[in-house]
């Protein structure tokens, strides 16, 4: 028997809008910048790959972790 309870950060998104006077010269309304990431982190006494399932099954992989970067433009 294991305790399977743990606290994951599942997901952070960051975004900036930058102002009008700063972009105007290049001939841009609006441009925004963001970065999100998915599964940073997981706290857990948990020995096996993912606490949300509960099974040593040879079918188990890592939680991988995703990072997207990005600008949107607006002419």
């Not at 009008?20 to 096996?48: C, E, H, M, P, Y």
Request: net charge positive.
């Amino acid at each position: 028997m294991q305790d399977l309870s743990y606290l994951r950060l599942k997901n952070v998104q960051l975004g900036y809008t930058f102002k009008n006077n700063l972009i105007q010269k290049i001939g841009v309304k609006k441009i925004r910048g963001f970065v999100s990431a998915d599964n940073l982190l997981t706290f857990t006494g948990f020995k096996g790959l993912d606490p949300e399932k509960s099974t040593y099954a040879n079918d188990s992989y890592p939680i991988t972790k995703t990072f997207v970067f990005g600008l949107n433009f607006d002419f």
